[in-house]
């Protein structure tokens, strides 16, 4: 639909779902929290299951190095049993800023820091049952600080990448992680694909 055109006067947006009683299932925070509510939706409808996750906030770093290498992780991710590459990142920390964690969560992951940063994108893992949101923070001239920092269950290779590779890999699928595709195809929309 184009920009342009005009929603008709009878088009409303949804209303929001009315929570009638909410309890816990699990309780593991920080790392996750399960919820199970009831809820009555604008039609009168109710839902006596719908269950919510609640997650702490995301941050990531879309880096590149001074000669336009895309800084990337490859790690193993149990859930769908793959080996996939990925941004830098994981969990924020309660009361960090955003920016900060995401320069953090680089140099312990990769090693890489300075540069120039800027916000990138927010986006939400699923707005339909996920809380949070994953900040995505775009670096550019990053450059080796440090060695990695990693935690005892944390297994991550560095892979520095072109980016006609980073564009070669995101076509053979090889980023598992949506918000981390979606983090990089905005880079090629705005910057232009490779030649």
């Avoid at 680089?106 to 339909?128: F, I």
């Avoid at 996920?130 to 560095?158: K, M």
Wanted: with cysteine; hydrophobic share 35%; glycine share 8%.
């Amino acid at each position: 639909m184009g920009s342009k055109e005009k929603q008709p006067s009878s088009v409303k947006d949804p209303q929001p779902w009315q929570v009638l009683a909410r309890r816990y299932v699990l309780d593991r925070q920080p790392y996750m929290t399960l919820r199970e509510d009831t809820v009555q939706l604008p039609n009168g409808t109710l839902i006596h299951d719908y269950f919510v996750f609640e997650y702490p906030d995301w941050v990531n770093a879309l880096a590149l190095t001074d000669d336009h290498q895309f800084v990337l992780v490859r790690q193993y991710r149990h859930g769908n049993e793959g080996i996939h590459y990925e941004l830098p990142g994981g969990v924020a920390d309660p009361g960090e800023p955003h920016l900060l964690g995401a320069q953090r969560e680089l140099l312990e992951e990769t090693g890489y820091g300075g540069g120039e940063w800027q916000h990138w994108v927010t986006l939400s893992p699923n707005p339909a049952t996920h809380t949070n949101n994953c900040h995505i923070f775009l670096a550019t001239g990053v450059r080796r600080l440090n060695n990695q920092q990693l935690d005892d269950t944390e297994d991550i290779a560095v892979r520095l990448l072109s980016p006609h590779d980073a564009l070669e890999m995101l076509k053979n699928g090889e980023v598992s992680q949506a918000l981390h595709a979606a983090a990089l195809w905005r880079f090629f929309a705005e910057f232009g694909l490779p030649e």
